[in-house]
């Protein structure tokens, strides 16, 4: 499933940050997929920055688009992702942005 950034920075405008690769974008991901949440999104049922999970469904809009990620964390909840903006940036009186997803694949992470 691909789960590309979304972004405003297509005019001739050239906004660094929007294809920075040290910017978090998450290509693609499918349903199984080890996961990690990359910001605090509900505390109470333990999505917090570094929680771990597995991605357990798609939820998408009309034109087929994903719109929510469905994560079943490692600590029993069930909890539904949408996309966030992570920053603003305003040129010449235009802002700009960049969301994605809050989460990143974690088949390789380990705590110590």
Partial sequence: MSTSMQTNADDAVTVEWANSPGFHEMRTIAVGCPVMIT??????????????????????NGQNEVNRIIVRLD????????????????????????????????????GH
């Fill in 39 to 60: 910001k605090n999104v509900d505390i109470r049922n333990g999505a917090v920055n570094g929680a771990f999970g597995t991605v357990a469904k798609f939820e998408k």
């Fill in 75 to 110: 600590c029993g909840s069930e909890i539904g992702l949408n996309r966030t903006v992570y920053e603003r940036l305003y040129v010449h009186g235009k802002a700009y942005y960049k969301s994605t997803f809050p989460l990143m694949r974690a088949f390789a992470i380990t």
